[in-house]
Structures are given as structure tokens and as C-alpha cells.
Nanobody
Framework: QVQLVESGGGLVQAGGSLRLSCVASGNIFSINAMGWYRQAPGKQRELVAT???????KYADSVKGRFAISRDNAKNTVYLQMNSLKPEDTAVYYC???????????????WGQGTQVTVSS
């Protein structure tokens, strides 16, 4: 089994910063991408940032220049540094990973439980 556990959410004032972390654990052979999505109340889940292994990071237009995704491959961890936060960034943030489990021939898609980020004006 594979688990993704997020941490680092919370309440922050507009203009502030937060850093989210997500650790993958379990029966992992390889991690082929990690990323972050978010879902605000009444809205669909949307991509925030993604970091494919050996590929190019991708950001939603709304967070470019303010958010930065990074990974520590030795720790199976992905981070999301969020700066200049705005009230419209308020959402539940979900970690996502494409993982190949040992003994399997294809990747599976895994999600964390979500962490709340609230930005007050």
C-alpha cells in the first residue's frame, strides 16, 4: 500500500507565506511525478503545480511567480512554498503522486487526505 501525508496548512493573513509538505511512504518502487491540487468550496479540484521526475515543472497561471514546488527524492517528499498569499488561495490542498509499486507494471495515482489553507484579508 502507498500513503501520502500532507502537513503545513493553516491560517495566514493576505501577503503571508506557508510551506506545505507531503511525504509518500509504503511499497514504492519509483515516483514518477508529484504535485499539488486544490479545491475551494463550491469549485472543482484544480492543478496548482506538478513536478514530473526528469520533466518540467508546471504551474497554474494564478500561482506563477508566487508558489514554488520542489522535491526531496531521497525522502519521497514534495513541498509547496506559497508566498504572497491571497484570499482566493483559500482551499483544501491535496498532494498527488504517480507511483510505481514494487512488483507492478504500471503507475498508480495516489492522493493525500488534504490540508486546509485559509488566507484572511
Amino acid at each position: 500500500q502507498v500513503q501520502l501525508v500532507e502537513s503545513g496548512g493553516g491560517l495566514v493573513q493576505a501577503g503571508g507565506s506557508l510551506r506545505l509538505s507531503c511525504v509518500a511512504s509504503g511499497n514504492i518502487f519509483s515516483i514518477n511525478a508529484m504535485g499539488w491540487y486544490r479545491q475551494a468550496p463550491g469549485k472543482q479540484r484544480e492543478l496548482v503545480a506538478t513536478d514530473p521526475t526528469g520533466g518540467t515543472t508546471k504551474y497554474a497561471d494564478s500561482v506563477k511567480g508566487r508558489f514554488a514546488i520542489s522535491r526531496d527524492n531521497a525522502k519521497n517528499t514534495v513541498y509547496l512554498q506559497m508566498n504572497s498569499l491571497k484570499p482566493e488561495d483559500t482551499a483544501v490542498y491535496y498532494c498527488n503522486a504517480q507511483i510505481r509499486r514494487t512488483g507492478y507494471l504500471s503507475d498508480g495515482t495516489y492522493w493525500g487526505q488534504g490540508t486546509q489553507v485559509t488566507v484572511s484579508s
